[in-house]
């Protein structure tokens, strides 16, 4: 031992500190392997997630709209890290509370977590198998040994003539990078797999009666940055309460109408459309958290069959009068049987003219152009007719029971990049929804609500389809011009001004942006 280096004892806080770094190291490399080989196992889950997902459902409903109010959809990110980081810090852990003798067990640390992981099919609503969520908490298991006796093997073999701080330091160089690489290399192919797994959705689909076609219609001019009438899949906006989607295959799917009914049904991919009339609408689909002038929503092509015909077939009994929705996720959701029976809400297979995609609940949702998002259930596998009152999942967490769609407009453009030109024309334009009520007129005021002019409406692609608008603007002073829009829905009913957060029944307000007017 050289002059000036400290002996390091089994027992000594310096040893536990070494272990808990040979864990945290070993853990991160763990955490690679399991993202894999959850990617690669069909009907797996990676176990952090499962825990996150777990953390989602049991929080209390006035502790997670605190945190969704305060942090939007980072409290879900957050939440992600924060797991992570637990596992980090229990897999550090663990090699001390495992050391036995004189020296760690690595591989009694590893079988500890891989019996916590594997544990973790007790807990709902997982939607993995018991056998692969076991399978892939073992990989973890031994991936963390492996991993944490390398690590420990790398330390001794510096030996004791070795300064500690410089061994320390090799020690925590090695681990480090090995750690980072193989991390690295397990998130990229495990984020690469689900990328490529995912179900199958090359289904074949029943074509319906008629394709929701946009019409020709009058002049309406072409708009840089204004959004598109048909809003393509992949910009179509994403929200559910999952770190990662279920995958849900066609092949196996089934739907079950059961409850207050004369004849439960039980209906396949296949049957569902060959069954029913399939039919095709343009409509609007917009989020309960989206905030004024916010891009959560979406204008699509959704067909499917009606769940009229579906309820009719069925049965509904008298008693019957509220609709329980569930999903592979463990979602749930209700609304009336009234709305059920209205024309406009279909089952969903297909989103502009192709099988819904894993984000967009594959293979079938429910699309209600008449309430929020969180109502349009996505991975759909149960209906149940009940006599009472059902509390959904964001019900239970405080957001409103009928949460239907609030009139709403939006500036997608102002000027060009928010600078205008005094006396030169420029165009403030946009677009407009309110679910199934429609847009009636939008108004554009120059001057912070001061005065309102009546902007040029393009006709929809669809009773229950968003609306563009246009305003020609020739500004007149100099300085920073306020621009104000708001609409008036098909009902003649205003936009509030009133300003409102998305929680508990939808944002309300009117959207305004600053425009810099120069000579």
Request: with cysteine; aromatic share 8%.
């Amino acid at each position: 031992m050289r002059p000036g280096s400290q002996p390091v004892t089994p027992g000594s806080e310096r040893t536990r500190n070494d272990l808990r770094r040979a864990g945290a190291l070993a853990t991160a490399v763990a955490l690679g392997g399991m993202w894999t080989a959850s990617a690669l196992i069909p009907s797996s889950v990676f176990p952090p997630a499962a825990v996150a997902d777990a953390v989602i459902r049991f929080t209390p409903g006035d502790v997670a709209t605190f945190f969704i109010e305060s942090l939007g959809h980072w409290a879900m990110r957050l939440l992600a890290v924060g797991v992570l980081a637990a596992v980090v810090v229990l897999g550090a852990q663990v090699l001390v509370w495992t050391r036995m003798g004189a020296g760690p067990r690595p591989f009694v640390a590893g079988a500890v977590l891989a019996g916590l992981a594997a544990l973790l099919f007790l807990v709902p609503p997982v939607t993995g198998s018991d056998v692969a969520t076991i399978v892939v908490g073992a990989i973890g298991g031994l991936v963390y040994a492996l991993a944490a006796r390398s690590l420990l093997e790398s330390r001794t073999e510096e030996g004791d003539d070795v300064p500690v701080d410089a061994t320390r330091r090799s020690f925590l160089r090695i681990g480090t990078g090995g750690a980072i690489a193989l991390a690295t290399t397990g998130g990229v192919v495990g984020w690469l797999a689900r990328k490529l797994e995912g179900p199958d959705t090359n289904v074949t689909l029943v074509p319906p009666a008629a394709r929701a076609e946009v019409p020709a219609r009058g002049d309406f001019p072409d708009i840089p940055g204004l959004s598109r009438e048909v809003t393509p899949v992949p910009d179509h906006y994403v929200v559910d309460i999952n770190l990662l989607q279920p995958s849900v295959d066609a092949t196996g799917w089934k739907l079950e109408v059961f409850g207050e009914v004369e004849k439960p049904l039980t209906l396949d991919f296949a049957q569902l459309q060959q069954r029913f009339d399939v039919v095709e609408e343009f409509s609007v689909l917009s989020c309960i958290s989206n905030e004024v002038g916010g891009d959560l929503i979406g204008n699509s092509a959704w067909g499917g069959v009606r769940l009229r015909d579906v309820l009719e077939a069925a049965g509904v009994k008298p008693g019957g009068t509220e609709l329980v929705l569930r999903a592979a996720d463990g979602y749930s959701d209700s609304f009336p049987v009234e709305l059920g029976m209205d024309e406009s809400v279909l089952l969903a297979v297909s989103q502009n003219g192709r099988p819904l995609t894993q984000e967009h609940g594959f293979p079938c949702r429910v699309r209600i152009p008449r309430l929020y998002g969180m109502e349009n259930v996505k991975w759909l596998e149960s209906i149940e007719v009940v006599r009472s009152d059902y509390a959904g999942y964001w019900q239970q967490r405080g957001w409103k029971d009928t949460a239907e769609v609030r009139t709403q407009s939006r500036i997608d453009v102002a000027g060009e990049d928010s600078k205008a030109t005094l006396g030169k024309e420029t165009w403030i334009a946009g677009v407009a929804w309110a679910g199934a009520r429609g847009v009636a007129k939008v108004e554009v005021s120059t001057d912070d609500g001061g005065t309102w002019a009546e902007a040029q409406l393009k006709d929809p692609v669809a009773d229950n389809a968003w609306r563009l608008w246009a305003y020609r603007w020739t500004p007149i002073r100099r300085g920073e011009a306020t621009i104000v829009c708001r609409a008036t829905d098909g009902d003649g009913d205003v936009q509030t001004a009133e300003l409102a957060p998305p929680h508990p029944a939808g944002a309300t307000g009117w959207h305004s942006v600053k425009v810099k007017v120069e000579a």
